[in-house]
């Protein structure tokens, strides 16, 4: 009987395994750094607020991410700045004081959800501050976040990430800082996820 479990088990791990072998460099993903890659296992989303797929993509496939990571696994989220023109730096800056003040989740649906299905046009970092202040964040907790040390930095990393990833559009997958998943030969979000858990658990 427990033979015939484990047999059973191994069988059930066959299809996974196969797949997990036919991802290959250059149709799957690609090499971004031929350096060593994170110190531990990591998938990092890049997006921008103003991409409606980004939009999309928040509402199904980073819940699903989140949900079936595997163990040990962590997932980043990196704001680009290269979409919306002179906006696109402060929405990276807006990303990085929600990330600062604790309230990334709330004002990623609030940012997402006034551009989008509220076709409201930003032109200033006080449009971006009214809307924090209408989420509940004081405005004096948005200013000094937003010229803090720490937003400032977190911009500079995303930039550099960016750059780094080689990015020609978003959303995109990023894992150990090593990989990017090539969404091209994708046939679905689930074969997009099970590709960016390989990559996370591959030793280099």
Same mark, same amino acid.
């Given at each position: ?37 994170? =110190? +531990? ?6 997006? /921008? #607020? ?8 928040? &509402? ?40 600062q003040l604790k309230v990334e989740k709330k004002m990623e649906q609030a940012l997402f959800a006034a551009i989008h299905d509220q076709k409201q046009h930003f032109t200033s970092r006080d449009d ?10 004081? =405005? +004096? ?6 010229? /803090? #040390? ?8 995303? &930039? ?45």
């Amino acid at each position: 009987m427990k033979k015939a479990l484990l047999m059973a088990a191994a069988l059930l791990a066959l299809p996974f395994m196969s797949l997990a072998a036919d991802y290959k460099e250059g149709v799957h993903y690609e090499v971004i750094n031929e350096g060593p890659g994170s =110190a +531990k296992p990591e998938i990092t989303e890049f997006f /921008s #607020f103003y991409c409606p797929h980004c939009y999309n993509f928040s &509402k199904t496939v980073v819940p699903m991410i989140e949900a079936k990571k595997p163990e040990g696994v962590a997932f980043n989220q990196a704001h680009v700045d290269f979409i919306g023109r002179e906006m696109g730096p402060e929405m990276s800056r807006a990303f990085a004081v929600a990330h600062q003040l604790k309230v990334e989740k709330k004002m990623e649906q609030a940012l997402f959800a006034a551009i989008h299905d509220q076709k409201q046009h930003f032109t200033s970092r006080d449009d971006v501050r009214a809307l924090f202040v209408a989420n509940g964040v004081a =405005a +004096k907790d948005f200013d000094a976040a937003a010229n /803090s #040390f720490m937003v400032n930095a977190q911009m500079s990393k995303m &930039k550099r990430d960016t750059e780094n990833a080689k990015l020609s559009g978003v959303p995109a997958l990023v894992v150990n800082g090593k990989y990017r998943v090539m969404n091209d030969n994708i046939k679905s979000y689930d074969e997009m996820l099970d590709i960016a858990f390989f990559l996370a658990n591959k030793k280099d």
